[in-house]
């Protein structure tokens, strides 16, 4: 066994937690100026409505799935769903010796993602704090914001790392 390798499971939990601080710090920093400079504006629109920035607070989950259930139980719902799935991603991180660095990469927004809209859900009454839509024409998305963008981009990279081979290490 080499000496090192006592301090590869550290050095990943350091990582891990400089870069959860990252992304969380971010998210919260977005949300925070959404709140501050677009709460009582009207929508912003930039390259021709490409780009729109609205102030709204999601009471439900993805795409406001569950908002109409009663304030109690959808926060309830929230904070315990998104507890789960943060305490699932950590325990994959803690246990897994031989997951490739791509796919740890993908994992961390993801978690990342999770942990800045659970800050949300338990700072702000249940409700997520959106303010990002992206559109042309007709055709928009929802309203979203930094999390979910880490919450995207931790899937895409979790799943093109799957399909990938293992190194043989």
Known sequence: MNSGD?????????????????????????????????????PVSYL???VRLM?????GSFLGLGAQLPEAVRTLLGVITGAAVIA????????STRMHRIKLVG????????????????TN??????FMVLG???????VFNVADVFILAGVIVAVFA???RQPSE
Do not use: W
């Open 125 to 130: 009454d249940g409700r997520v704090i959106d």
């Open 6 to 42: 006592p301090m590869k499971p550290l050095l990943k939990r350091v990582l891990l937690a400089l870069a959860l601080l990252t992304l969380i710090g971010c998210d919260q920093v977005t949300k925070t100026l959404a709140r501050d400079n677009l709460a009582l504006s009207p």
């Open 162 to 164: 799957s399909g990938r």
């Open 88 to 95: 699932g991603l950590l325990l994959l991180f803690v246990y």
């Open 136 to 142: 042309a024409g007709g055709i928009h998305t929802g």
């Open 55 to 59: 102030y709204t607070e999601n009471p």
């Open 48 to 50: 021709n409505g490409l």
């Open 107 to 122: 994992f961390t927004f993801l978690l990342g993602g999770a942990c800045g809209n659970l800050v949300d859900r338990v």
